[in-house]
């Protein structure tokens, strides 16, 4: 044979192979040409590890129902994820990817403060939209020039509410006792501010040393101020010293902490009598939201928590930010993602409802599974829930989801 | 901020969280006595007391005293076996060098456990009692049972120590081990012995804290800071001098509140180590330093 007709024949044979290829392919698919990519990066090891991957099912569960309604901008949505390892350089090094290679106009799912801090700027340099769960106040500060939102209350949003459900409690007289921690002092600051403003009071504030053995002493010190109730800023191992110490003391005042302070373990480790009728406080997903039952139904879960629900609403506003836009740009989602998810269009409550809305050329409000979902212009949510339970007996009761 | 009318409650505090903390500082102390280098490796074994405590305690039922006891001889037994098969091998390499494979050993030791038990928080099966008034004084009934407790180990220890042939043999090595070698002292068991009653007590230590908090595979290491404060304070290698130097951090660490605010307490034990080496090299009760 010679080697023209070798050629040929190859040539040949690519062609048809092409082919075939177009034909297998179903039709939807070929009808919207190449893919709407977006990037994924949430921490699938590390200490994030646990919510990592249910945020990004999470993601791929709102994605799936956009791509069976026909897709964005006539394009299928296709999420691309790395795992940032819970570790700011693994992290950065896949926002490279992410910006550089795959070339995305969003990158949704960053969860511990140092990995976000440490991403932001390869986000806001690219003008690639950045959507985040970490807590700390100091990430909306970060000159993000817009392409950043949180739906994770910052401490001053949580403090905040904090005081306002204790003085809804009638409490007139509030003691902190604040671990050594950069949020104390600002959660103090906070707290105090508006106890007073709803006739309530912050009669002294502590910041303990922590791994120390006992703080009776502490203890004492709060006491003398003859508090209603007695908030415990801290982590588990200090926390649950403070709670035997003020049980040796006869407080008999009310106690508040954060949920990760008095875990279930902690109900474990102590006896029933000194744990009894704490309270304890945590971000809630909006669980009377009709986007809470939406996302329930889309990941067959009894209770989505809270991680899973940003994860939703993450989601939801980037393609509806970017249906809004008429483009996939970090810009377009940048400057349409307020006019999507605020102000006075229609409420909707998933991302499919939303972009089937703004075909019809209507206005629209998402409202999301997490919260509301309105951000103010540094990218912090106005409002969230906050789930309150009450330990009886050594365990959890729901108090409320305020 | 705290104010002078306290003082005698913070006195008392201070007494009770010094005792608790003299413990392992006779341990850490006895061991340099006789073995000649910190030995950091205490705070894993802190660790292994409280969790061996827990174990019979909870796991099997035992009542605290029992429990205690158990404590002291496992974390006694793991002294000797980590003592042997680690940290022997590197004296001749100098006490720096063995100072830092202590270190070494206690986190892997510190990861056993966590690798054994997980990193959750457990309590001992003991319930917990509201505090007596002494007029205007506070006191815990634990916290006395575990003063007394951790008051009859010393006592015991001294008595040992002035006593026995081998509390005699062991305080003529720690004095002159060329002495007592000639004397037909065998040092390698004398080591032994102050490696088991050093590190049990460390676990015994370690479960007097965990009684009085809640223990994790971190209880030691939290605590390995003012120890160490207290025997350098005290002067190392001198029992007595770990007492006094315990009550000392316990003591001023509280008394600081008059005048502090409470998040600078861990620094008094450090501000205590740097006037005393300042003013006495040899700590309050030390001998001239070798």
Redesign the interface.
């Given at each position: 044979m010679s080697e023209e007709n070798a050629k040929s024949r190859r040539r040949f044979l690519q062609a048809s192979a092409g082919l075939a290829v177009a034909a297998m392919t179903p039709a939807i698919v070929r009808a919207q040409g190449t893919p709407l990519q977006l990037g994924v990066l949430t921490p699938l090891t590390g200490a994030g590890g646990f919510d990592g991957p249910r945020m990004a099912k999470a993601m791929q569960a709102v994605i799936d129902e956009v791509n069976a309604a026909g897709g964005l901008l006539g394009r299928k949505v296709v999420l691309v994820v790395e795992d940032d390892q819970t570790n700011p350089e693994a992290a950065v090094r896949g926002a490279r990817k992410l910006i550089d290679v795959t070339k995305v106009p969003a990158i949704m799912g960053t969860w511990a403060s140092a990995v976000t801090s440490a991403v932001a700027p390869l986000c806001w340099e690219s003008r690639t939209f950045l959507t985040t769960v970490s807590g700390a106040d100091s990430i909306t500060k970060l000159p993000h020039q817009g392409y950043l939102i949180r739906t994770q209350p910052n401490n001053h949003l949580q403090a905040g509410k904090h005081a306002e459900f204790i003085a809804s409690l009638g409490i007139r007289r509030c003691y902190m006792l604040s671990i050594?921690a950069p949020f104390s002092q600002p959660t103090q600051d906070r707290a105090t501010e508006v106890l007073k403003q709803l006739n309530s009071q912050m009669v002294g504030t502590?910041?303990?040393?922590k791994?120390?053995?006992?703080y009776?002493?502490?203890v004492?010190?709060a006491l003398r101020t003859n508090p209603d109730l007695i908030y415990l800023n801290g982590y588990?191992?200090d926390v649950?010293?403070l709670l035997?110490d003020l049980?040796?003391?006869?407080y008999s005042g009310l106690r508040f902490a954060q949920s990760y302070a008095v875990t279930s373990?902690?109900l474990?480790?102590?006896?029933p009598?000194?744990t009894e009728g704490v309270i304890t406080v945590q971000p809630s997903a909006d669980v009377s939201s009709p986007a809470y039952e939406l996302a329930k139904k889309r990941l067959s879960l009894p209770e989505p928590d809270s991680y899973e629900t940003q994860a939703t609403d993450w989601a939801s506003l980037v393609s509806l930010a970017i249906a809004h836009a008429k483009v996939a740009t970090g810009e377009g989602i940048h400057d349409h993602v307020r006019r999507i998810s605020q102000g006075n269009g229609t409420k909707v409550y998933s991302a499919t409802e939303g972009i089937k809305l703004l075909a019809q050329g209507k206005e629209i409000n998402y409202e999301g599974a997490s919260g509301p979902c309105d951000f103010t212009d540094i990218g912090d949510i106005v409002d969230c829930k906050f789930r309150y339970n009450k330990v009886v007996g050594g365990k959890f009761q729901l108090l409320k989801v305020a | 901020m705290t104010s002078l009318a306290e003082v005698p409650q913070l006195v008392v505090n201070g007494v009770m969280a010094g005792t608790i903390l003299a413990v392992p500082a006779i341990g850490l102390t006895a061991i340099y006595a006789v073995l000649r280098f910190p030995n950091f490796a205490l705070a894993s074994h802190a660790t292994i007391g409280a969790f061996a405590g827990y174990v019979a305690n909870v796991r099997l039922g035992l009542p605290i005293l029992p429990s205690i006891v158990l404590a002291f001889l496992v974390a006694g037994a793991v002294g000797v076996a980590s003592d042997e098969l680690v940290l022997k091998r590197f004296r001749p390499a100098g006490y720096i060098t063995t100072a830092i494979a202590s270190i070494a050993l206690t986190i892997a030791l510190e990861n056993l456990v966590r690798f054994t038990f997980g990193n959750e928080l457990r309590g001992y099966d003991l319930p917990i009692v509201r505090d007596l008034h002494l007029g205007t004084i506070r006191v815990g009934p634990q916290q006395l049972q575990n003063l007394l407790i951790a008051a009859i180990a010393m006592v015991a220890l001294f008595a040992f120590l002035a006593f026995t042939r081998t509390g005699k043999a062991m305080r003529a090595v720690a004095d002159n081990p060329m002495l007592a070698s000639i004397k037909g002292i065998n040092a390698d068991v004398i080591g032994r012995i102050v490696n088991f009653v050093g590190m049990g007590l460390a676990g015994f230590g370690g479960m007097l804290i965990g009684l009085d908090t809640t223990i994790d595979p971190l209880t030691g290491f939290r605590s390995i800071l003012s120890v160490f404060a207290a025997a350098v304070v005290g002067g190392l290698g001198s029992i007595p001098g770990a007492v006094l130097g315990a009550l000392t951090v316990g003591i001023g660490e509280e008394l600081c509140l008059l005048f502090l605010s409470p998040d600078y307490r861990s620094a008094i034990g450090f501000v205590a180590i740097l006037l005393v080496l300042t003013l006495r090299p040899r700590g309050i009760l030390g001998q001239a330093a070798y």
């Open positions: 050594q502590l910041i303990y040393d791994d120390k053995t006992t009776r002493s502490e004492d010190q588990a191992p649950t010293i035997r049980y040796r003391a006869g373990k902690v474990e480790s102590l006896p009598e000194v | -």
